[in-house]
């Protein structure tokens, strides 16, 4: 596996267990519908939290956030439909990106809930 994809796994799981002390139930992970993935699909409370992650070594060229483009976001979209219809869900839905940079300082995690308002 190609290193970036190691970091991206490691992004994953950091977020995961993020979500878990924060009283997130994860329902899915690498949910794919046509040429979308969704990292992670959970639930809190009565909302379908929808979770995309990024994971960089550095901030260099820009926060994590940033590279979330807006056809990825509508791809996103259109995959989460689908799996609310394909799963008779009724709950409200959020999106969320959780940024992460992990390097020789240490690992810093931000969790911007509502993220596709502020783009």
Known sequence: MATHNDLGKQGENIAITHLLKNGYKI????????????DIIAQKEDQ?????????????????????????????????????????LDLEVRFDIIAIVINKKGTSIEHIEDAYYHF
């Open 27 to 38: 329902i899915c992970r690498n949910y794919h519908y046509q040429k979308a993935e969704v």
């Open 48 to 88: 379908l939290v929808v979770v995309e992650v990024k994971t960089r070594t550095s901030a260099y060229f820009g926060d994590p956030q940033q590279f979330l483009k807006p056809k990825q976001m509508q791809r996103i979209v259109k995959a989460v439909n689908h799996f609310i219809e394909s799963n008779e």
